[in-house]
């Protein structure tokens, strides 16, 4: 089946640090989401995205649709403790399908 | 109270034993889904239901099979349990009046198979 790339598939911070990642398909997409899963939790929403070359930010993330509609970035700034979690992208073609990323578990050391 | 309810939250059990997973909602929505998270492979999609009378197929059915009971009621059964399905199962509810993509997840049901 299709998957998206994700990368990296871990990181290690310092809290103060800025993060970030991407996803990158081999197929195009209309939308793209990216979700946080905290540790026994399941993924909720952080942004979505749903025009090639949109930029949206939710506090101090911010996140890209690439302009070829093959891939997705995401920032995070000034990273705290709480950001520890899963972060994944998904692709969505026309209905509620989506594609997930395989994530980047993110560490935030003090 | 979580408005996708997965039962059981852990779950023990040996290859060859059936298991059935519920996953309730309070969300009205739909459209419910079934995936699985294994470390570095993300989420995939095992079953999806659009409505009560509808069952469709995703990227990883095979070993599993799906019952949705009501609006609100969407099952996975794993007929004969095997290893390599040790996995954590999420179910997911989605609105399609709003068409903004969004999967509201429940908190998962930790699998192992002996």
């Known amino acids: 089946g299709q998957q998206l790339n994700q990368s990296p598939q871990s990181m290690f911070i310092q809290e103060g640090e800025d993060v970030s990642m991407n996803c990158t398909s081999s197929?195009?997409?209309?939308?793209w989401l990216w979700y946080k899963q905290d540790p026994g939790e399941g993924p909720v929403l952080l942004i979505a995205?749903?025009?090639?070359?949109e930029l949206t930010s939710n506090g101090r993330l911010t996140a890209q649709f690439g302009i070829t509609r093959k891939d997705s970035f995401l920032n995070i700034s000034a990273s705290i403790p709480s950001d520890v979690g899963i972060y994944f992208c998904?692709?969505?073609?026309?209905?509620?399908?989506?594609?997930f990323g395989t994530g980047t578990r993110l560490q935030v050391f003090p | 109270d979580a408005d996708v309810t997965q039962t059981p939250r852990n779950r023990i059990t040996k290859t060859g034993k059936r298991i059935m997973l519920e996953c309730s909602q309070t969300?009205?929505?739909?459209?419910m889904y079934w995936y699985r998270q294994d470390p570095g492979l993300g989420l995939r999609l095992i079953y999806y239901?659009?409505?009560?009378?509808?069952?469709n197929k995703g990227e990883i059915s095979d070993g599993y099979s799906v019952s949705r009971q009501a609006q609100a009621k969407f099952s996975l059964s794993l007929e004969s349990a095997i290893p390599n399905q040790t996995a954590l199962y999420f179910c997911?509810?989605?609105?399609?009046?709003?068409?903004?993509?969004?999967?509201?997840f429940g908190e998962g049901s930790r699998l192992t198979v002996l």
């Open positions: 997911a509810t989605s609105d399609p009046t709003r068409n903004t993509g969004e999967l509201f």
């Open positions: 197929s195009i997409f209309n939308t």
């Open positions: 995205l749903y025009k090639a070359g």
């Open positions: 998904a692709g969505r073609h026309n209905t509620d399908k989506l594609i």
């Open positions: 969300k009205g929505h739909d459209r």
């Open positions: 239901s659009f409505d009560v009378k509808d069952i």
